[in-house]
C-alpha cells in the first residue's frame, strides 16, 4: 500500500521560511516524477512545483525564486523549501507522486500539511 506521509509545515511570519518533507512507504521514489500541491480555501488544488525523475524543476509563477524543490532518492524523500513566505501562502500542501504502469497514470496523495503565514 502506497503511503506519502508530508511534514514540516506550521504558522510563520510573512517572510519567514518552512521546509516540507515528504517520506513514502510501499513506492520508490526513483524514477518517477514528483510534485507539490496546495490547497487553499475556496480555491482549487493548484500545482506549486514538480520535479522530474531526472531532476528537471517546475514551478508555479507564483512561487519563482522563493520555492525549491528538492529529492532525496535514497530517503526517498521529497522536500519543498519555502523561503519569503507571504499570506497567500497559506494552504494545506500535498506530496505527490505520479506512477505509471502500462502507459497509465496514477497519481498517489498524502494527508497534506497546513502552512500558515500571518504575523
Known amino acids: 500500500q502506497v503511503q506519502l506521509v508530508e511534514s514540516g509545515g506550521g504558522l510563520v511570519q510573512p517572510g519567514g521560511s518552512l521546509r516540507l518533507s515528504c517520506a513514502a512507504s510501499g513506492i520508490i521514489f526513483s524514477g518517477r516524477n514528483l510534485a507539490w500541491y496546495r490547497h487553499a480555501p475556496s480555491k482549487q488544488r493548484d500545482l506549486v512545483a514538480s520535479i522530474t525523475s531526472g531532476g528537471t524543476t517546475n514551478y508555479a509563477d507564483s512561487v519563482k525564486g522563493r520555492f525549491t524543490i528538492s529529492r532525496d532518492n535514497a530517503k526517498n524523500a521529497v522536500y519543498l523549501q519555502m523561503n519569503s513566505l507571504k499570506p497567500e501562502d497559506k494552504a494545506v500542501y500535498y506530496c505527490?507522486?505520479?506512477?505509471?504502469?502500462?502507459?497509465?497514470?496514477?497519481?498517489?496523495w498524502g494527508q497534506g500539511t497546513q502552512v500558515t503565514v500571518s504575523s
Open positions: 505527490n507522486v505520479d506512477r505509471v504502469i502500462l502507459g497509465k497514470h496514477y497519481n498517489y
